[in-house]
């Protein structure tokens, strides 16, 4: 007997899906199967907002953050963001959660990733030509490395702090501060967040 399975335009639809981070085969299907329930609006509606969207919005030459076509880069356009501080990160999406907490107001700079020679990201496949340009501009006096905490980050930390302090003397560079997390307590953090915590003590 032949299995039975979705029509082949579902498993297209499937497919696509699958492609996309986080979600795996079975959330494809549950969320193809929601998508084909709507009603044909809707689904209009959303291919023109991705088409759209493909078309329309790209990284900015200047910081790497989304740009629009029309309304161009928010954070470069922002006249009010203190130009000589520079908070580099690994991707755009990186940017919103400091946006959120209303303590920064600097400008960003994202390098599109990080190295990880095992997937074959070299510093040449980031954007390090274009904050190195900024920084020899002569404005900027401190760079923040706000890149992840892993063996990569680490990595792509270390590699930005070497080539800054070998060709840019002058620029201050830091690093977020790690430790433990708001509402953690002792019990529950790993040695290596302790360790950081402990290296990173302040005065009160």
């Known amino acids: 007997m032949a299995r039975i399975d979705f029509p082949e335009e579902v498993q297209l639809l499937v497919s696509h899906l699958k492609r996309l981070p986080?979600?795996?085969p079975k959330s494809a299907e549950r969320i193809a199967v929601w998508l084909i329930g709507?009603?044909?609006d809707f689904s209009n509606d959303l291919a023109r907002a991705i088409e759209l969207s493909a078309e329309m919005v790209r990284a900015c030459g200047v910081c790497g953050f989304f740009e629009?076509?029309?309304g161009g880069c928010q954070l470069c356009a922002d006249d009010q963001r203190d130009e000589t501080l520079i908070c580099v990160v690994e991707q755009p999406t990186d940017v919103l959660p400091l946006e959120r907490t209303g303590a920064f107001r600097g400008s960003y700079h994202c390098l599109g990733g990080r190295i990880a020679p095992l997937d074959g990201i070299s510093p040449?496949?980031?954007r390090i030509a274009p904050l190195m340009?900024?920084?020899n501009g002569g404005a900027v006096k401190e760079i923040i490395l706000g890149v992840g905490s892993d063996v990569?980050?680490?990595a792509t930390a270390n590699y930005l702090a070497e080539m800054l302090a070998e060709k840019c003397p002058d620029v201050e560079v830091t690093r977020l501060a790690q430790g433990l997390p708001a509402g953690g307590?002792?019990?529950h953090a790993d040695e290596?967040?302790?360790y950081r915590a402990l290296d990173g003590r302040r005065r009160i």
């Open 192 to 194: 290596l967040t302790l």
């Open 133 to 135: 340009e900024r920084v």
């Open 38 to 40: 709507q009603d044909s």
């Open 68 to 70: 629009s076509s029309r």
């Open 185 to 187: 307590g002792l019990d």
């Open 22 to 24: 986080g979600i795996g």
């Open 124 to 126: 040449e496949d980031l």
């Open 152 to 154: 990569e980050g680490e």
